[in-house]
């Protein structure tokens, strides 16, 4: 049997922009991406911590070091920049490695810098 399990998440990340005439997606400092086990392409989940609301999209690599985090396309009507957010990747997981999974966070402080993970 195969479980979903949290593989990775970027927590604490501020919103930048939001981007209401692009197609889609979510575009992420390449630096996060990398730090957090997120590829381009990847599906995430974000949870809005300003209103509680959740959203799925795919990730759009940013420019390293830029401490983007800029909503695209519909997702931009869901945060405004200033947002505090928590983005989420999940993996399947056989049953029998679920229990020793090690998942990956890392949390953000000012300016979308990397201050724990």
């Known amino acids: ?25 979510i575009t992420i400092d390449s630096e996060l991406l990398k730090a957090a086990d997120i590829f381009p392409g990847e599906k995430v989940q974000i949870v809005n911590l300003n209103n509680g609301t959740r959203v799925e999209t795919y990730v759009i690599e940013g420019d390293s070091g830029s401490g983007t985090i800029c909503m695209n396309g519909a997702a931009a009507r869901w945060a405004q920049p200033g947002d ?13 490695e679920a229990s020793t999974f090690a998942s990956k966070a890392i949390i953000l402080g000012e300016n979308n810098k990397i201050k724990k993970g």
């Open 1 to 25: 049997m195969l479980r979903i399990i949290y593989k990775s998440k970027i927590h604490n990340a501020a919103v930048t922009d939001a981007n209401l005439n692009y197609t889609g997606s």
């Open 84 to 96: 505090r957010v928590i983005i989420i990747s999940y993996c399947l997981v056989e049953s029998k």
